[in-house]
């Protein structure tokens, strides 16, 4: 977030003022072929201004770290103002049950993919609470943020129950492998400690007849 020099936004601004600011400054960087190309491909929103991401984080970093505004940014309709309060909502005060929360509701896979990349992963506590008993898609939201800590070298320290549970959920269920757990288990692989974690699952993977899935992934990992 923003520092107190580099803030457009006055200490004194209430929220209200400054989501009136950011929607004059949103609206005046509209792109309208972007936002209906959007649609076109299933992005949908109540209102999309068609803003790209980059834009989004410049605006952002402007932002006061404040809980209220972020709160107020989440409710609104407009995909623009949405993620405007993924991207400024204070990580550390983000809580399991609000991070449970947000992975239930979040109705779109963009708005998923920047809760898990750019909130969830930055709160090393909430992090490490693996939501074993939660559904597929919220463990996948987790796996993402794993994978980032670990592209960022950042401790990860819930890391071994979520190998535990996906290499067992894998080999029980593998018709649940998608490409989240597909690119969670090459960032594992490629990272000396934990590879030696997965290798054993991933050696008896091989022994699997020669069209599952799990062999196909396997063999490709063990062959980099």
Request: proline share 5%; glycine share 2%.
């Amino acid at each position: 977030m923003a520092t107190s020099n580099s803030s457009p936004y006055a200490p004194s601004l209430t929220d209200e003022e400054i989501m009136a600011s950011l929607r004059a400054r949103v609206r005046s960087r509209m792109d309208g072929a972007t936002a209906a190309a959007m649609r076109a491909s299933g992005v949908d929103y109540a209102y999309n201004f068609g803003l790209s991401i980059p834009q989004l984080r410049d605006l952002a970093s402007e932002l006061p770290s404040r809980l209220s505004l972020a709160q107020k940014l989440l409710s609104a309709q407009l995909r623009e103002m949405r993620i405007l309060g993924l991207l400024s909502f204070p990580a550390e005060t983000l809580t399991y049950s609000q991070a449970i929360s947000f992975a239930k509701s979040l109705e779109t896979e963009e708005l998923l993919s920047l809760f898990s990349t750019h909130l969830l992963a930055k709160n090393e506590n909430v992090v490490a609470c693996f939501p074993k008993g939660e559904s597929l898609r919220i463990q996948r939201v987790w796996l993402n943020a794993l994978s980032r800590r670990l592209l960022q070298n950042l401790p990860t320290s819930g890391l071994a129950q979520a190998i535990e549970t996906t290499l067992e959920r894998l080999s029980a269920q593998p018709e649940t492998l998608s490409v989240t757990e597909m690119d969670w288990l090459e960032r594992l692989y490629n990272n000396e400690e934990w590879a030696k974690q997965i290798s054993p699952a991933l050696r008896s993977w091989t022994q699997l007849p020669e069209e599952h899935p799990l062999r196909n992934v396997a063999s490709d990992l063990l062959s980099l």
